[in-house]
């Protein structure tokens, strides 16, 4: 009876200390688990087209080169260590001084300056596209595009994904609301108006037009203003198309876009545009020929602050 006794004590000790053994375990599983779930957190993945690419939240050292999302980074209040110092838009001027490295221009990156900084992630786009396999063995490198055709919910979604990287959800929202109640404002004013818009592009002496779901049909599509020319072929350099054409048209009002300016060239779009054929437009006559920020509109737009600057703009089409 007392070695049956002394079995039974020896048999329950053992079946507590292997309960106690098994909630130590689950504890460790469950706190790993919990480990591993806050790292998740940090890092963010970014699916674009031209692959896959994981970096951690809020990264420190950032490359930019396209001045879109530099507009956005900097309404942030994100630090940047690098970007191309060739063509800086005004509204961005400071990233143009020495306490910013030069890394080439949009078109021709300096990769040796890029890789000295060892930076934490890049981003590019469009103009860079070509060379994404070279920044990518640099540094994580993420793809910014833009879809014209639905312009608005691209650039949110754009903004979204720059708020997750850099943790700056609040701010984002706080900008969106201004951005948001700006554009509804103008659409409103622009949609009540019975004029008809020609976005044109002149280059060297050579113009081409835009229309609605072009790279910039958003000042129909967004903005509200009506089309002269609903069936303007969609190309990222539009349409090209004569003078005859545009007095054809008789807009009535014309926004023009220098892409010699933008580019650092020669200032020479009024002397292209105001010949002796569009003075007899509409848009002429009424004084509504409109020439926007050269720079902001072909290298700075889709930013934060860059949209914003580019509604007040159009907005003297309806003064």
């Known amino acids: 009876m007392k070695k ?65 999302v ?49 930076p934490d992630v890049i981003f590019i786009s469009g103009r860079q596209a070509e060379l994404y396999d070279q920044f990518a063995e640099i540094a994580p490198t993420v793809f910014i595009d833009v879809d014209y055709a639905n312009y608005m919910s691209s650039l949110e979604k754009n903004f ?43 280059n060297e002496g050579k113009v081409s037009a835009y229309g609605p779901g072009s790279r910039y049909g958003f000042v129909h599509d967004a903005f509200g203003f009506k089309a002269v020319d609903e069936n303007l072929e969609v190309s990222q350099h539009g349409q090209s198309i004569t003078f005859e054409y545009i007095l054809e048209k008789n807009p009535d009002v014309i926004f023009v876009i220098d892409r010699s300016a933008a580019v650092g060239g020669e200032v020479g779009a009024k002397e292209t545009i105001e010949n002796e054929l569009v003075k007899k437009t509409n848009a002429y006559k009424n004084g509504k020929i409109i020439y ?28």
């Open 70 to 118: 530099l507009d956005t980074l900097d309404a942030f209040g994100v630090d940047i260590v690098g970007v191309p110092q060739a063509t800086v838009p005004k509204s961005l001027e400071k990233y143009a001084s020495s306490d910013y490295t030069n890394v080439g221009s949009l078109k021709e990156p300096d990769f040796e300056a890029i890789h000295h900084l060892e």
């Open 160 to 202: 979204e994904l720059l708020a997750e990287i850099f943790e700056k959800e609040d701010v984002l929202d706080s900008k969106m609301e201004e951005l948001t109640a700006s554009i509804d404002e103008l659409n409103k004013e622009a949609t009540a108006s019975e004029s008809k818009a020609l976005i044109l592009l002149a």
């Open 4 to 68: 049956l006794g002394l079995f039974s004590i020896i048999v329950t000790m053992l079946f507590l200390l292997a309960a106690c053994g098994g909630k130590e375990e689950a504890s460790t599983t469950a706190s790993t688990e919990g480990e591993k779930t806050e790292e998740e957190s940090k890092e963010v993945t970014i699916s674009h087209q031209y692959g896959e690419v994981t970096l951690e939240k809020s990264p420190k050292k950032v490359v930019v080169f396209d001045f879109g």
């Open 292 to 319: 926007l920020d050269a720079v902001n509109w072909y290298i700075a737009g889709n930013g934060v602050e860059s949209t914003k600057s580019m509604v007040e703009e159009v907005k003297a089409a309806l003064n």
